[in-house]
C-alpha cells in the first residue's frame, strides 16, 4: 500500500468526507476449507452416491472456495433414513434433555462467531459487520431461544402433549445461509423432529461448518444432516415420501411449485417466499432518522433481504427533503471488500444474481425511470453492483412491481394516508412494511390495513427471535420465530 505523504494535520478527505483507512478482517479466521465436502449424514461426512461435484466461489474475487456434492436421489435416500432412524430415540427424550443439546450448540456457536463469521463473508459476499454484528449473535439467539421453550411445549398454547411430526426436510436461501439454517433447525429440534437440510449451491460452506458445531457438541447421529446440491436435490428432498414436513425458503415460483408437488400428501409444509414490501415516510416523520431506516431497509446484505423495503412511498410535501437526504447519504456508502469493517456494502452473490439486477434496472430506464447512483469506484474482479435510487415510478414499471433482490429503490408518491395504503397493497406479495411518522393512532391504524405479515414503525430489519416472521399471498405461509415457529413442527 502506498504511503499517505499528506502531512498529519492534514486529514485525507474524499467528496468532503473523511477517508477511512483499510479495517480488513484476516480470511485466515474462517479456518481450514477444504478443497472438497461430501454430505453430513447419519453424523459422519460421506462420498456423494455420484460424481458430479459443483463449486462455491468468493463472490469478490470469483476465486473458488470449494467444491462440494452434487446430492443425489439415493443420497437423499441416506439422509432421510438417517434421520427417520434417529427420530425415535430423540423425540423420546425429555424436553430438559433436548435443552441441552441447544442450549450445547448455541454456546460453541457464540465461541466460534469470529470464524463463522469471516466464513459467512467470504462464501456469501456480504460486510463482516452485518455477518458479524446481526446474523452470528442472532443465529445463537435463536438456539438459546428454542432450548428454552423444549421443556415447555405443553404451555406453547397447542394443547397437551403435542407431539413432533417425525422428519423435517429444509430447503434454504442463500442470502441469509447461516441463520436461515437456524430459524429451521432450532425450533424443530425443540419440538423432537430430526432434520435433512439442503443448504443454498452458491453458500454451502456454513452449514458444512455447523455439521461440525453438531458433532462438537455431542448430538446424537442422525439427528440433523446435511445434504448440499442445487435445485434438483432440494426436489428430491421435498418430494421424498418419509419426509413428514417440508420448511421452504425462497423464490415464490419454487415455492408455488413445491405447494403442487405437496398437494394431496399429508405432509405439513410452510413457505416463506419473496416480498416487495413498501417503506412508507409521512411528511412529520423524523427524516434523518427515516433516511438511516431507508438505507438500512434497502442496502443491508446488499438488498438480498425477502422483506427489504425496495419501494420507498414518500409524502409529495416531503418528497424533495427526503430525497435529498437520501442521496446525501448513499454519496457516503461504501462499497467494496466484503471484509473490511468499514464496506457498508459488499458483492453481490453471483454472477446470475448480478446478471437479474442488471435486467431489472434496464427495465427500468427503458420505461422512463430516471436512475441515480453515487460515483464510487468499483473492485475490478467479483460481482458488484452500485447502489441506485429511481424516481419517477409508477406502479406499472416492472422495478416497482417485481422483486430485484438487489441494492435498488424504487420511489412513489402519495398524498394522503388511504392512498398509501392502496399503494403499498398494490402487489401480489405481502412479507412487511414500514410506517414512519409522528403520530402513534396513524401508526396503528397503518399496521392494521396494511396486507403484511410485520409492519415496522419507525424502523426497519429489525428481528428477534420471540417475535414471529411471515407473510400472506405470494409471500408464503405459515410463521418462523417465537412461539409460533413451534406449530410448524408440531402434531397440533
Known amino acids: 500500500m502506498a504511503k499517505n505523504t499528506k502531512k498529519a494535520e492534514e486529514p485525507v478527505r474524499k467528496n468532503g468526507l473523511f477517508e477511512y483507512a483499510p479495517a480488513p478482517e484476516s480470511p485466515a479466521a474462517a479456518g481450514d476449507i477444504a478443497t472438497s465436502y461430501g454430505h453430513f449424514i447419519g453424523g459422519e461426512f460421506v462420498d456423494s452416491s455420484g460424481s458430479e461435484a459443483l463449486k462455491t466461489v468468493n463472490p469478490a474475487t470469483e476465486q473458488v472456495l470449494a467444491e462440494f456434492a452434487q446430492g443425489t436421489e439415493e443420497d437423499v435416500d441416506r439422509a432421510v ?260 469493517k468499514n464496506t457498508d456494502i459488499g458483492a453481490i452473490n453471483s454472477a446470475a444474481q448480478l446478471a437479474r439486477i442488471t435486467e431489472l434496472t434496464a427495465a427500468g430506464e427503458a420505461e422512463g425511470a430516471e436512475r441515480w447512483s453515487p460515483a464510487c469506484e468499483l473492485p475490478g474482479a467479483g460481482f458488484w453492483f452500485r447502489p441506485t435510487l429511481f424516481t419517477g415510478v409508477s406502479q406499472a414499471h416492472r422495478i416497482a412491481r417485481e422483486e430485484i433482490f438487489g441494492p435498488v429503490l424504487s420511489v412513489l408518491t402519495f398524498r394522503t394516508p388511504t392512498e398509501a395504503v392502496e399503494k403499498a397493497n398494490n402487489t401480489p406479495y405481502g412479507l412487511s412494511a414500514g410506517v414512519w411518522t409522528e403520530k402513534g393512532s396513524r401508526i396503528l391504524w397503518m399496521a392494521n390495513q396494511l396486507k403484511a405479515g410485520v409492519v415496522w414503525a419507525n424502523t426497519f430489519n429489525k428481528f428477534d427471535p420471540t417475535s414471529p416472521f411471515g407473510g400472506y399471498k405470494e409471500s408464503g405461509y405459515g410463521r418462523e420465530g417465537g412461539r409460533h415457529g413451534l406449530e410448524a413442527y408440531l402434531d397440533v
Open 81 to 340: 433414513a438417517a434421520a427417520r432412524k434417529a427420530f425415535t430415540d430423540w423425540s423420546a427424550l425429555p424436553g430438559s434433555e433436548r435443552a441441552k443439546y441447544l442450549f450445547r450448540i448455541a454456546r460453541i456457536i457464540q465461541e466460534r462467531s469470529r470464524e463463522l463469521a469471516v466464513l459467512e463473508s467470504i462464501d456469501n459476499g456480504k460486510p463482516i459487520r452485518e455477518t458479524r454484528d446481526v446474523d452470528l449473535p442472532l443465529v445463537a439467539a435463536h438456539f438459546f431461544y428454542y432450548a428454552g421453550w423444549a421443556d415447555k411445549l405443553d404451555f406453547a398454547g397447542y394443547g397437551s402433549n403435542p407431539r413432533p411430526l417425525g422428519v423435517a426436510g429444509q430447503v434454504i436461501p442463500w442470502n441469509f445461509p447461516l441463520l436461515m439454517l437456524a430459524w429451521k433447525i432450532a425450533p424443530a429440534l425443540a419440538t423432537g423432529n430430526t432434520v435433512v437440510l439442503k443448504p443454498a449451491e452458491t453458500t454451502p460452506l456454513t452449514a458444512l461448518r455447523f455439521a461440525e458445531i453438531c458433532r462438537q457438541a455431542g448430538l446424537p447421529k442422525g439427528v440433523v444432516n446435511i445434504v448440499t446440491g442445487d435445485g434438483r436435490t432440494g426436489a428430491a428432498l421435498t418430494s421424498h415420501p418419509d419426509v413428514n414436513k417440508v420448511a421452504f425458503t425462497g423464490s415464490t415460483p419454487v415455492g408455488r411449485a413445491i405447494a403442487k408437488q405437496l398437494a394431496g400428501t399429508r405432509k405439513k409444509l410452510s413457505l416463506e417466499l419473496g416480498g416487495k414490501a413498501a417503506n412508507i415516510v409521512f411528511d412529520d416523520a423524523p427524516i434523518d432518522q427515516a433516511v438511516e431506516g431507508i438505507v438500512n431497509g434497502i442496502f443491508f446484505n446488499q438488498g438480498h433481504v425477502c422483506c427489504a423495503g425496495s419501494r420507498l412511498l414518500v409524502q409529495e410535501s416531503v418528497q424533495d427533503e427526503v430525497l435529498d437526504a437520501l442521496k446525501r447519504r448513499m454519496d457516503s456508502l461504501r462499497v467494496g471488500d466484503p471484509l473490511d
